[in-house]
Structure formats: C-alpha cells, structure tokens
C-alpha cells in the first residue's frame, strides 16, 4: 500500500510543479506591467490581480487534474467550507506573500499541497520572480529546479553548527517579538538569516538555514506546501510541544511552530 501511495504522488508531481509554474507567469505578467490596484478583505489583508488570476489558474488546473479531491484556496473554498473537513484535499495559497508582492522584492511565493488525514504528503512552492521551484513529497523526497537548469537537484536538511558554526536562524524584524527572542536566546551562539513568505521554510529544505521558529498567528494555507518540502528534506515543522503540524482543524490558524532540521529539543542549549 505504501509503494502505490509513493507511486500515486510521483504520477502527480510534474502536473502540480507545472500548474504552479503556469500561475507564476501569471503573477509575473501583473508583477512586470508595474504597480497593481491593492484592494483589501474582509481582515484587512491585501488582495490584488496577481492573486486572483493565480486563484483561478490553480483551481481550474487542480479540477481538472483530480475532479474527486476538493480544492480550499486562501481566496475561497470549493465546492464549500467542508472541504477543510475532507479526508483528503488541496490546500492552495495563490499568492503567500502579497504585501512583498506590492512592495516589489520578489519574495513572494505560490503554494500547492495534498493533505491526506491533516498531514501534507505533497507539496509545490514556486518563487515566480527568482525562477525556482521547490518540492517535496512523502516517500518520494524533496527537490529545486531553477529555470535556467535542464534537471531538478535533490534537496535535504544541513547538520546544524557543522564544523562549530553559529547555529543560522531564520527570523523576520516584524515578527521578532519577544517570546521569539527569547526562544532564539535559548538556542545558544546564531545568526539572523533573512527571507519572506514560504520561502524560509524552503532555505531550511535547501540546507541554507537551520531554524526558523513563528510564534505568531499563520494560517494553514501558509505552510502546508513548505511543510511538505521541508518534511520531505529531512526536517520538521513541529508545535513548540513537537507535535507536527496539522490540517483540515476547526480552527485556521496554526499554533506557534518551529521549522528545523533537526528537533527543536536537539538545538536548545540554554
């Protein structure tokens, strides 16, 4: 049963990484004509084109690549909320990172996962203005592809503080409250790594950083494709109690977590 699982998300993967792809000519169409329209949802967050015209490019593709799953999107669910209940389902944020889509760094990401009973066993983060893809599946193992490259890379966690280096944390300013100051403290000799969006998980995957601990509000659509990828590279993406994380719950948001590359238990020293 294991092996015709493995086989069914491999039969998968080149459809997935393509429609991600397709949907970040999508946003770069938008991104490369200048300054888009911001307009906001119902919690004040941004919306803009780029994410809608991604929306539809992923829903369209997904239904018709597997019409029996259902899709829930950040912008809308379908074919209704009880899809997040479903035993099996795609889990898509169109555009993960829309305020660094508006402010024009290019760290913004487009995320696909399959989550099979709460878990992610699959799962594409493409970053549409650096020309990379990232995936990652369960029993198939994670990989980069850089468009310029004929051939994807296998990907996999680093030894963290090899060769008695600091231990790379990766940590946004506007998120570095104090409980993850003091979670970081604990962690002994570091340094800051920067990134946004979905993209620090995948340094995590790649064996560019080591640790990135959020203890602040997320939602699941934000991190299942990464968890996917990181999971799949040797890593975890765990509760601060080391419980992976879940999907498919009551509640949207996720608890604080850490992504690693080793267990958060294994990297305190303090």
Not at 234 to 255: I, M
């Amino acid at each position: 049963m294991q092996a015709a699982q493995t086989d069914a998300l491999m039969a998968l993967v080149p459809s997935v990484v393509a429609l991600a792809e397709a949907a970040g000519g999508d946003i770069m169409a938008i991104y490369n004509g200048g300054p888009t329209a911001v307009m906001h949802k119902a919690d004040a967050s941004p919306l803009t084109a780029a994410d809608l015209a991604a929306h539809e490019r992923i829903l369209t593709g997904l239904q018709a690549l597997t019409p029996d799953i259902p899709i829930v999107s950040e912008e809308g669910c379908v074919p209704d909320e009880g899809a997040r209940s479903a035993e099996r389902f795609w889990l898509v944020d169109p555009l993960d990172g829309t305020k660094e889509f508006v402010a024009r760094n290019g760290e913004f990401t487009v995320n696909i996962a399959l989550v099979e009973r709460g878990r992610p066993v699959l799962g594409v983060v493409t970053v549409p203005a650096q020309g990379v893809s990232y995936w990652g599946a369960k029993g198939v193992g994670a990989f980069r592809r850089v468009s310029a490259e004929s051939a994807a890379q296998r990907i996999q966690v680093a030894v963290p503080r090899e060769g008695g280096l600091a231990l790379r944390v990766m940590a946004s300013k506007s998120h570095l409250n104090e409980a993850t100051r003091a979670l970081i403290a604990r962690m002994g000799h570091h340094e800051l790594v920067q990134a946004g969006s979905s993209l620090k998980f995948c340094r995590i995957a790649e064996g560019a950083a080591d640790v990135y601990p959020r203890l602040g509000p997320t939602c699941e659509w934000d991190t299942a494709a990464a968890q996917a990828v990181v999971e799949a590279a040797g890593g975890h993406v765990c509760t601060l109690q080391g419980e992976p994380l879940r999907y498919g719950k009551a509640e949207v948001l996720n608890p604080d977590f850490v992504v690693s590359a080793v267990p958060l238990a294994d990297l305190l020293v303090a």
